[in-house]
C-alpha cells in the first residue's frame, strides 16, 4: 500500500495562530477589572504624628495659622481669606521664593485646610512647609 503526501499539505503554514494571545489577553483583563476596584482607598484611618527629621528653619519664618473656628492668622495677625494675597506679599516682602509654613489645628477639617492651599496657589505662593508635632513631643 503506498501513500501519497501531497507538496501543499506538508507544506509550512505562514500565519501566526493569535488565539493564545488573545486568551491571554482576556485573562489579564479580567484580572485588571477585578484588581482595579480594589485598588482605591475607602477607609477612614486616623494618622499617626510624623516621625521625620525635623529641617532648619528660616531666621524669620512667616507662619500662615488656621484655627479650628476656620480664621486665618498670618503670624500673630488676623487676616480674611481675600485678604491674604496681599497680606503675604507684604509680610514676604513680595519674595515668592520663600518658604510659607502652615499650621492648622487638628479639628480643621481636610477641605477646609485644601481650600486654603489652593488659595495660596492661586495666589502664587508654591512653596509651602505643612508644620506638625513631633512623634515624641508631648501635645
Given amino acids: 500500500m503506498a501513500m501519497r503526501f501531497d507538496d501543499d499539505a506538508l507544506g509550512e503554514v505562514h500565519e ?15 484580572i485588571f477589572m477585578v484588581a482595579a476596584p480594589l485598588a482605591t482607598v475607602d477607609v477612614p484611618v486616623d494618622l499617626p504624628a510624623a516621625t521625620a527629621t525635623a529641617q532648619p528653619r528660616p531666621d524669620q519664618p512667616v507662619f500662615l495659622t488656621l484655627l479650628a473656628d ?11 481669606r481675600q485678604g491674604l494675597p ?3 506679599e507684604q509680610a514676604m516682602g513680595g519674595d515668592h521664593d520663600r518658604r510659607v509654613f502652615l499650621r492648622a ?3 480643621v477639617p481636610y477641605g477646609e485646610l485644601m ?25
Fill in 16 to 30: 501566526i495562530n493569535v488565539t493564545p494571545f488573545i486568551d491571554v489577553m482576556l485573562v489579564l483583563l479580567i
Fill in 70 to 80: 476656620l480664621s486665618l492668622r498670618l503670624n500673630e495677625a488676623p487676616v480674611t
Fill in 86 to 88: 496681599a497680606a503675604l
Fill in 105 to 107: 489645628d487638628q479639628a
Fill in 115 to 139: 481650600a486654603v492651599m489652593n488659595a495660596l496657589r492661586g495666589a502664587g505662593w508654591l512653596k509651602l512647609a505643612l508644620v506638625g508635632l513631633d512623634a515624641g513631643q508631648p501635645r
